[in-house]
């Protein structure tokens, strides 16, 4: 009687496992890339590499942009909401290009930019100094998960990252560590590149891989929106929008900068385009972290609408 109980039991389980190994096998597939990026690796990357980008981007180092660039850089001002007298954090800040171009066009602006290569940081240093906008600027070297250790706490207007956050092995930190040095009505403002999803199986693995490469190739860590805006969610932070970036199709640069930075280098070079599915989508994400109490106060959450 016990043999054939235990029997049961068994086949009970293995039926059961069975049963989940082939609910599991029907689950569609996520939308997920290798990265095995850290900080560390960033630097190294970007001491190696930074001269390559300026001969090829310039001073903006950043894929999505309209073909004269500084009209993106206005864009950008415009969508992040940034003005005059604000104190404003580039995170993740290149050589510089655009905190010295927005400190060009707002005299008593305060920003502190900082970047996690060295080689960046004496470049944006020069550049500042050649731009006369050094007062203005302030470049640090150092890690953005680490904002609230490099920079004073509750005091800044802004904080962006402009296609820097993608880099990120722990996307929940560099947003807390934004929160805590932001004002309260402060914003965080996010530009950057997303893992593209698709319901079709087949596309979907093949964007993976696509992401995987290029995540190898640039030390990235291309973000999952979903799992991005959860994170800004969780931190208290209010979401103003979520959109891809507002240019005229006319003005956009179609992405070839960075083709031929890659055909010249060979960085993250696309080796076939057999197979090959477009991988990303931009978007830019703007939240607040609330001047009010969001648990007591709801009601001001919707009269700030
Ligand atoms: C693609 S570049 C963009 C540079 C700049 N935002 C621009 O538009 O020219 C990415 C930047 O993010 C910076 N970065 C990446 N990870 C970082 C980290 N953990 N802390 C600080 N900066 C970081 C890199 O040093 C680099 O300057």
Redesign the pocket.
Known sequence: MITVVLVLVIVFQFGVIGWLIFLQSKQPVKAEAIATNT?EK?AAF?NETTDKFLQVYGE???AFRTTNVEDYLNYTIQSAGITNEMKVID????VC??SSFIAQQFPEIQIDA????EV?AKLGQQKLIDKNVAAQVKITL????KLNELFENNVYNRVFF???FG??NNKPKAIEAAWNVLKPGGKLYIKDLFIRESANDWEQVRINHICGQINAAYEYQIGDLHEVVSAVRKQGFVINFIRPPQVDLSLFEHLTISNDFQNLFNIGKIESWDDYVFPIDFFEILAEKPSFNTEEQKHLYFMNR
């Open positions: 900080p960033v970007y903006i180092i950043q995170a993740g800040c290149g290009g655009p900082c970047t996690i290569s960046q150092g890690d953005y998960h402009l296609e820097s880099h990120s």
